[in-house]
């Protein structure tokens, strides 16, 4: 899997998922500056790493995702390829038209930096394909605008087309108002686009993927991953 | 040219922080405060006196980036 890492100034969890990366597929990733107007040849996977792109200024994301590496990007997203967008990676996804949407505010103002509980929906991602439909998983957020928000026939098309691929839950799987930590509508945790292509999610798998870190419930998704190429070459 | 755009969240958005302002002008006893919420204002400046060319220079700039049309909506005023 050659996976490549974009990065703009202000990201600063590029490097806990190249490491994440490195560690499930082996291989290195490119990274890949804002600046830059192409991706390498041969990218399997796109990765968004979170951050605090341009000092969050203007609106999160929202500067990130007019530079001039997100059109190859969006080209990229176009032909089918494989963009994973974490933390302000989703937010500048939302914010590129990629994913739609947008993360507001958390509901109790607060910055939460802790783990959270993800209910997996669906296994039959390419994402997500390292898990099954229904797991529990335990993952760190570190956000301050994690609240997911849309119009109400966006969120009707996203839980149509089974497009909400995690969620906030109680340890048990139970989705509840008192487990979804930043207010966001239906507990969004992630959403894929309607191609299937594109994951935009808040929590950070890649801060879960060796013993060292205290669980490893984020490698799945990449291990799934992994498997996706495999298969598919 | 002197342009101003403000931005401002659609009705019935949640604006966590208007609500937290609110709050905070209740504390101070600030009376008769309904309800608040928070915007963004844009001062621009337009090179030369193209009114036209201005007003669409101006409606790309909040469309594209100064306003989030999913959440915000903006009004645009040109002086002087």
Known sequence: ?233 | MKARVTVTLKSGILDPQGKAIEGALKTLGVSGVASVRQGKVFDIEIEGADRAGAAVALKNAAEKLLANTVIENYRIDVSG
């Open chain 1, 1 to 233: 899997m050659k996976s490549a890492v974009v990065v703009f100034p202000g990201i600063n969890r590029e490097r806990d998922m190249t490491r994440a990366l490195k560690l499930v597929s082996g291989r290195e990733p490119a990274m890949v500056w804002h600046a830059d107007t192409a991706l390498p040849a041969g990218t399997d996977l796109v990765v968004i790493p979170g951050g605090f792109s341009y000092g969050d200024y203007l609106r999160c994301g929202a500067i990130a995702a007019r530079a001039p590496i997100m059109d190859a990007v969006r080209g990229f997203a176009q032909k089918g390829g494989l963009v994973l967008a974490v933390c302000n990676g989703f937010q500048i996804a939302c914010e590129a038209g990629l994913l739609p949407g947008v993360l507001m505010r958390n509901a109790q103002l607060r910055f939460i930096c802790r783990d959270v509980y993800l209910r997996v929906e669906r296994s039959d991602t390419p994402f997500t394909r390292g898990y099954n439909a229904g797991q529990v998983i335990r993952v760190p957020v570190a956000h301050g605008e994690g609240n997911y928000i849309a119009d109400g026939e966006t969120i009707a098309r996203l839980e149509g087309g089974g497009r909400v691929v995690f969620r906030y839950s109680s340890p048990d799987g139970i989705v509840d108002p008192n487990w979804t930590h930043n207010g966001a509508m239906n507990a969004i945790a992630g959403i894929i686009n309607a191609r299937g292509n594109v994951l935009g999610m808040m929590p950070h798998p890649e801060n879960h993927v060796e013993a060292a870190m205290g669980r490893t419930d984020g490698r799945g998704l990449f291990a799934g991953l992994v498997d996706h190429f495999k298969l598919a070459a």
